[in-house]
């Protein structure tokens, strides 16, 4: 599929999409046939509704087709809502077999025109996504061009062409992430994530380093190969560096992704339901992956290091077990109550390495920690530890831009004693409710006096629904919200929007 600009969507001569607010009356020039608006309003046909889509054959003098797309109030726009419009109505152009879709631009009080244009690429991409590669018989697209008129939004040529390429970039590496996150376990092992990041650094421009067991044992990773050691498939340390400010190389900013490509818990076995999605506890990797890709692809003026200690949760003979006390990198010592509560051990050897030894001056995780904050937040929001007010800021600005949820959970000093042990310097598995708190909180222990967050995708990595934007797995979440964190951070900004 292509997407174009073009420079009138009313005069051109594929079928047409027009975004219509409940308070408006008109659809622009095209209603050519008077009053076609208020008659459809009267009639009660179609309204402008929020997501209401109504299809009219014909509209003045011209055949084409024209789908009309309600978009609700004008007041109660934002970006995730226009994405997910423009999702819904790709979804329609599919199901109407268009083969080519001109669509007319809108403003929206208050709401920055870069950005709609870039939801509205993002929208109809991310809406055309399928993960078919085991099936015979592909999804097929019938919409091969897609022409976006951007003068509803006054936005210049030059401005307009910047928002399609960020927009499409930012929509391929979300797919990237979620093909990632969709590969089941027995293809995306290990070693094959490694290959697949190598691959995206040599595409778009960041260098990939990757540590085999022997380096990972050298740097005395234990924590990390611990939980690796009951698998056949071995744990490899991915590094990713991207130099894009070389004149303020002491600026780095730092992402570490989750990346077990299986976690079946360990001898603290999961139960047999829902095990088969634990394919996704990778969901972390693969938007760092995605994130560095975009960075990288858009040459933001950033210096990012991102790394992933990857490895599979399983059960054998070597594995380890509850009661176990193992060592970190860092040199704290960690009692583990439940193998199941593995993430925070590979991270927090992933954390220390990144700022010890990358000197990275900011540091960001992004895991599938908990099940706890599926219940505190559901599928719709993701869970966040912060302990800087002012990189909690950068976040807050980037998820704006995004368009992903995030929300703030305290971490006041009482829930620190939740990670106590009798035996150990700290206790994998927190005590006393709040689990995503206390899983935050134990990674805390690992990063310092340097600015910190921490973002729990458990909810918001993988979708049961195909509504939208979104397809059943995968979300690829993150990967947009990390790129605009670097580009908040970057010499230079949006120069559009703050
Ligand atoms: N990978 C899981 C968390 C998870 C749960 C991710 C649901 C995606 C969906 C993590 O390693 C885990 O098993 N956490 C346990 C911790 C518990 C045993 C304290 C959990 O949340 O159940
Ligand atoms: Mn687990
Ligand atoms: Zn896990």
């Given at each position: 599929?292509?997407?174009?600009?073009?420079?009138?969507?009313?005069?051109?001569?594929?079928?047409?999409?027009?975004?219509?607010?409940?308070?408006?009356?008109?659809?622009?020039?095209?209603?050519?046939?008077?009053?076609?608006?208020?008659?459809?309003?009267?009639?009660?046909?179609?309204?402008?509704?929020?997501?209401?889509?109504?299809?009219?054959?014909?509209?003045?003098?011209?055949?084409?087709?024209?789908?009309?797309?309600?978009?609700?109030?004008?007041?109660?726009?934002?970006?995730?809502?226009?994405?997910?419009?423009?999702?819904?109505?790709?979804?329609?152009?599919q199901e109407l077999k268009l083969k080519a879709l001109d669509i007319a631009s809108f403003k929206v009080e208050g709401l920055c025109t870069?950005?709609?244009?870039?939801?509205?690429?993002?929208g109809v991409m991310l809406a055309n996504y399928s993960f078919d590669t085991y099936k015979a018989e592909k999804s097929k697209c019938t919409v091969e061009e897609i022409n976006i008129d951007p003068s509803g939004l006054e936005l210049d040529n030059e401005k307009a062409e910047k928002a399609l390429k960020e927009g499409m970039t930012l929509a391929i590496n979300t797919m990237l992430a979620r093909d990632l996150v969709n590969e089941p376990s027995n293809v995306l092992t290990p070693t094959e994530l490694s290959e697949r990041a190598k691959a995206q650094g040599e595409k778009c421009?960041?260098?990939?380093?990757?540590?085999?067991?022997?380096?990972?044992?050298?740097?005395?990773?234990?924590?990390?190969?611990?939980?690796g050691q009951a698998s056949y498939n071995e744990p490899k340390f991915i590094v990713m560096r991207y130099v894009g400010d070389p004149g303020n190389r002491d600026e780095i900013v730092g992402f570490v992704g989750k990346g077990l490509t299986f976690d079946s818990g360990g001898y603290s076995l999961k139960p047999?339901?829902?095990?088969?999605?634990?394919?996704?506890?990778?969901?972390?990797?693969?938007?760092?992956?995605?994130?560095?890709?975009?960075?990288?692809e858009m040459k933001l003026q950033v210096n990012v290091t991102a790394v992933v200690a990857s490895c599979e949760n399983l059960i054998s003979g070597g594995g380890y077990k509850p009661?176990?006390?193992?060592?970190?990198?860092?040199?704290?010592?960690?009692?583990?109550?439940?193998?199941?509560?593995?993430?925070?051990?590979?991270?927090?050897?992933?954390?220390?390495?990144i700022i010890s030894k990358e000197k990275v001056t900011k540091v960001l995780d992004i895991a599938t920690l908990t099940g706890a904050v599926l219940s505190a937040l559901g599928k719709i929001t993701t869970g966040v530890l912060a302990n800087d007010d002012e990189f909690y800021g950068v976040l807050e600005s980037a998820a704006k831009k995004s368009g992903e949820k995030i929300w703030r959970l305290p971490i006041f000093e009482e829930y620190k004693e939740c990670n106590h042990s009798d035996v150990a310097d700290l206790h994998n598995q927190g005590v006393g409710g709040a689990g995503t708190i206390t899983a935050g909180l134990f990674l805390g222990e690992f990063v310092g006096n340097t600015p910190w967050l921490h973002l729990d995708i458990a909810g918001t990595g993988w979708a049961n629904s195909t509504a939208e934007c979104q397809s059943k797995g995968g979300t690829g979440v993150g990967v947009r919200t990390l790129y605009y964190i670097a580009r908040n951070l970057s010499q230079k900004s949006c120069e559009t929007c703050k």
């Open positions: 599929m292509k997407i174009n600009l073009m420079d009138d969507a009313f005069k051109g001569s594929n079928a047409l999409l027009v975004g219509v607010f409940e308070e408006c009356n008109c659809v622009g020039c095209c209603d050519k046939a008077q009053g076609l608006l208020t008659q459809l309003k009267e009639s009660g046909r179609f309204n402008g509704n929020y997501g209401e889509i109504y299809t009219v054959n014909g509209v003045g003098e011209q055949p084409r087709e024209v789908i009309l797309l309600g978009l609700g109030k004008e007041k109660d726009l934002n970006i995730t809502k226009v994405q997910n419009l423009f999702g819904k109505a790709f979804k329609k152009a870069f950005r709609i244009l870039k939801a509205m690429v993002e421009g960041f260098e990939v380093e990757v540590f085999d067991k022997e380096k990972i044992t050298e740097l005395g990773m234990r924590a990390f190969l611990a939980v047999s339901a829902g095990m088969q999605d634990m394919k996704s506890d990778m969901a972390g990797a693969a938007a760092v992956i995605g994130a560095m890709s975009s960075i990288a009661g176990d006390i193992i060592k970190s990198m860092a040199g704290k010592t960690i009692e583990v109550a439940n193998t199941d509560c593995e993430g925070r051990l590979t991270l927090v050897d992933a954390i220390h390495y």
